[in-house]
């Protein structure tokens, strides 16, 4: 009677432990895992989420590249030994977000600053929110969260520099790496503009320092041909008070005057005194 003879092959280990490092990026996951007891011809190692990959590899370590931002993935590694397999629970990881895109204002007050910016890149659609820190020095920073790609600072201090942060929070609490600018509020206008002096050729003004007033502050006085309205002089003073000169006899003008905040480019909304007609002030 011949004998018959069965080849029968066990079940691999399981993989029971799978470390998963992110390494803080938009688009790799890497997996390490402990190889099980017994004998393993190689792993088959697959992520599954809003991009699928699947890699054989006979190391206990692979890194998954070419993945989308600011999402979650799952892997499970699978044993092989001849034809049996074993395949291990799943873990989850998680990329981390990108970073908005550039930051802009579209309002600047006294008081108030409304800046905007645009969807991180490969990220529409994606579940995230806006971590915005602000403040004038890193001791009295504050912060605000955004759903949107914009937001509205408040309760601000005119004529002032603010450093501004903005982070993009994806999944798992993860946090891009900052878009940061800085800018001033609009300072106060000046107060009580008066004229002094008028002769033919010139225009003596005088002011009172704006409220909230800071030591850097300066001030531009523009003067406009009233009829036209075309600039013909532009001054830049440092004290509250300025003459015009080398004006047209008998001209009718329109002065205005800004307060200029530290940066010399942030200015306040115009004071103004209109018309005056050169050589005829009494």
């Known amino acids: 009677m011949e004998e018959l003879e069965a080849e029968i092959s066990t079940v691999p280990g399981q993989v029971s432990t799978i470390t998963m490092n992110n390494y803080k990026s938009v688009d790799v996951l890497g997996a390490l895992w402990?190889?099980?007891?017994?004998?393993?011809?190689?792993?088959?190692?697959?992520?599954?989420?809003?991009?699928?990959?699947?890699?054989?590899?006979?190391s206990t370590q692979v890194n998954f590249t070419g993945l989308l931002p600011g999402r979650e993935y799952n892997v499970t590694v699978q044993t092989v030994s001849g034809s049996c397999s074993q395949?291990?629970?799943?873990?989850?990881?998680?990329?981390?977000?990108?970073?908005?895109?550039i930051l802009s204002f579209t309002t600047i007050t006294t008081?108030?600053?409304?800046?905007?910016w645009s969807e991180p890149v490969n990220m529409t659609g994606v579940n995230k929110t806006y971590n915005i820190s602000y403040g004038i020095s890193p001791s009295t920073t504050l912060s605000v969260t955004s759903p949107t790609t914009s937001v509205t600072l408040q309760s601000l201090i005119s004529g002032t520099k603010y450093s501004i942060a903005v982070v993009t929070v994806g999944v798992r609490g993860?946090?891009?790496?900052?878009?940061?600018?800085?800018?001033y509020t609009k300072p106060m206008p000046v107060n009580s503009l008066l004229i002094t002096n008028v002769t033919s050729y010139s225009v003596s003004l005088t002011w009172s320092k704006p409220d909230e007033y800071r030591t850097l502050y300066s001030y531009r006085v523009q003067t406009n041909v009233t009829s036209s309205a075309t600039m013909v002089n532009n001054t830049i003073?440092?004290?509250?008070?300025?003459?015009?000169?080398?004006?047209?006899?008998?001209?009718?003008?329109?002065f205005l005057v800004y307060t200029r905040a530290a940066d010399n480019i942030t200015e306040s909304d115009p004071v103004s005194l209109f018309p005056i007609c050169t050589g005829l002030y009494k």
């Open 174 to 183: 993860y946090q891009s790496p900052p878009v940061t600018t800085s800018v």
């Open 87 to 101: 395949t291990s629970a799943p873990v989850t990881e998680a990329t981390y977000p990108t970073p908005p895109g």
């Open 237 to 254: 003073v440092t004290s509250e008070s300025a003459t015009i000169m080398n004006l047209t006899p008998g001209e009718t003008y329109t």
């Open 111 to 116: 008081k108030n600053l409304t800046l905007s």
């Open 34 to 58: 402990i190889k099980p007891a017994g004998k393993v011809d190689n792993y088959t190692v697959s992520l599954t989420g809003a991009i699928n990959k699947t890699t054989q590899t006979p």
